[in-house]
């Protein structure tokens, strides 16, 4: 599974799932609660199965609750290095026996002639993804007291602009004509962080307005109707990745003349070489590197207004 590793915000966590998962714990009669988490508080993980992870957990805790039961989350710091979410229910609860099968394929545990659909991989997944973020996931149970499943993932420091960054906004906007017409730039990102980042980048750019999108098929339906001058790109998205995104694009008449820049964590060698040989104008690794950034929004956009004047004059736009 591609694992894309940054800083990621607990509080966006609990917040998207909380959207999600709430419906769902109405219509099986669970109250379910979420924590104020800090808006310091980030792991080191990726944004995606971060919530496939706790995803998974909250519903298993409100489909094997008892009737009008509760479900709690919470966030604490385990140890100065860690930092654990733990989901608390007022189940049935399992015995010792139990718990030793727990995380083995396709055991679902008295489930199978219950009315809860399931295929008992969930679990498994959700621990193989903690393991691949580096973290560790258990659970402590107690038969007709409940369960409380955890996990913990390594804690990190809120994402930052590389350390080069310019001092002051004035060498930026200087390079900027006067009366410079607006352009667009679309990122398309799931992580509100990283959003934030770029949005101060942009920022330094009068001549720009930043359109954002959370996942791949939205970051396609906005490409096509604003045909922005630039798309920057993040590899590892919610639905489909950032090189299908890159060959929807590539193949659409509207949409392929407009330069895509990778905007990603995965930054080893061969993630950069399959980028650049797939067809990415540029491949920009993660943390954003602010005078690297600048002088891709310069050549990218450069290249951008030449482009659109050649299919201008050939008719292939308006």
């Not at 973020?133 to 993932?153: A, H, K, N, Y």
Request: some cysteine.
């Amino acid at each position: 599974m591609p694992i894309s590793a940054e800083p990621v915000s607990l509080a966006d966590v609990m917040r998207d799932c909380q959207a999600i998962m709430e419906s769902q714990a109405q219509q099986h009669g669970i109250r379910i609660t979420f924590p104020q988490v800090d808006s310091t508080w980030f792991v080191h993980a990726d944004q995606t199965r971060v919530k496939q992870v706790l995803i998974n957990l909250l519903s298993n805790a409100i489909k094997y609750n008892c009737a009008q039961g509760t479900v709690e989350v919470k966030c604490t710091a385990s140890t100065l290095e860690r930092i654990r979410v733990s989901i608390r229910d007022t189940g049935a609860g399992l015995s010792p026996e139990e718990l030793a099968q727990l995380f083995q394929p396709f055991n679902r545990l008295r489930q199978e002639a219950g009315n809860e659909e399931g295929t008992g991989i969930g679990l498994v997944v959700a621990k193989q993804l903690v393991e691949l973020m580096g973290g560790e996931i258990g659970v402590e149970s107690t038969v007709g007291m409940g369960s409380v499943f955890w996990f913990e993932l390594t804690s990190a420091a809120a994402p930052q602009l590389a350390v080069e960054v310019v001092k002051t906004k004035a060498p930026a906007e200087a390079q900027v004509p006067k009366g410079a017409p607006l352009r667009a730039l679309l990122y398309v990102e799931d992580n509100p962080a990283n959003l934030k980042l770029v949005e101060q980048i942009i920022a330094r750019r009068p001549d720009l307005r930043l359109l954002t999108a959370v996942n791949g098929h939205l970051g396609i339906e906005v490409a096509r109707a604003s045909q922005p001058e630039v798309i920057l790109m993040d590899i590892n998205l919610p639905d489909i990745n950032g090189f299908e995104v890159l060959r929807i694009l590539r193949e659409d008449p509207a949409t392929a003349h407009i330069p895509i820049v990778a905007l990603s964590a995965n930054a080893m060698p061969p993630d950069i070489e399959k980028g650049l040989e797939a067809g990415f104008f540029r491949y920009l690794t993660k943390p954003i590197k602010i005078m690297e950034f600048m002088d891709m929004l310069h050549v990218t956009l450069d290249f951008a207004a030449k482009g659109l004047a050649s299919a201008s004059e050939a008719g292939r736009l308006p």
